[in-house]
C-alpha cells in the first residue's frame, strides 16, 4: 500500500478499532519493559491511560518520559497483521488539563462498554493517575515493513 491517503487511514481504522495498546518504557538504568493498558485516544496523536504511579511504567515514565507505543490487532490472521508504531513522550495529565483529559478517557470506556471516570479517580488519595502519550511520529507497520505517516 502506497497511497498515503490509504496509510492514513488504516493507521487511523487501527485506532478507532483497538482498546489496547503495548507501551514501552526503559527505566533511569535503561532495562526496557514493555506494558499493554487500556487507552482512550484524544485524536491520532494524544493517547490516555490510568495506571498506578508506583508500577513499573509509571516509575519509568517518571525518569525517563520516552516511550514507544504499538497498536494493532492481535487477532488478525498469520501473515495479515498491520500496527501502528509510535515514538512518543508520556507523561501524567496535570491538575489543571485533568477535566477534559478524564472527559475524553471516560466516553471511551462507555463507548467500549466499561464504566464512567471522575477527576476524583485519578487524583491522590486515589491508587490511579491518568497518563498521556503525545506521539512525535507514527509509522503504519506490516511484514516488518514501517512507513512513516501523518495522521494530523
Do not use: K
Amino acid at each position: 500500500m502506497t497511497d498515503e491517503t490509504d496509510v492514513a487511514a488504516v493507521a487511523r481504522a487501527i485506532i478507532e478499532d483497538s482498546a489496547y495498546m503495548v507501551l514501552a518504557t526503559a527505566d533511569e538504568d535503561g532495562r526496557p519493559w514493555a506494558t499493554p493498558v487500556w487507552f482512550a485516544p484524544d485524536g491520532y496523536g494524544s493517547f490516555l491511560w490510568a495506571s498506578r504511579p508506583e508500577a513499573r511504567h509509571s516509575r519509568s515514565i517518571a525518569s525517563r518520559p520516552q516511550v514507544g507505543i504499538v497498536i494493532f490487532d492481535s487477532h488478525a490472521p498469520i501473515g495479515t497483521g498491520q500496527g501502528v508504531y509510535m515514538e512518543a513522550t508520556a507523561a501524567e495529565v496535570p491538575e489543571a488539563e485533568l477535566e477534559p483529559a478524564v472527559a475524553v478517557f471516560s466516553e471511551r470506556s462507555h463507548a467500549q462498554g466499561g464504566e464512567g471516570w471522575t477527576v476524583a479517580e485519578v487524583r491522590p488519595p486515589a491508587p490511579h493517575r491518568l497518563y498521556r502519550a503525545t506521539a512525535s511520529q507514527h509509522f503504519l507497520g506490516a511484514r516488518d515493513q514501517r512507513t512513516p505517516v501523518s495522521l494530523e
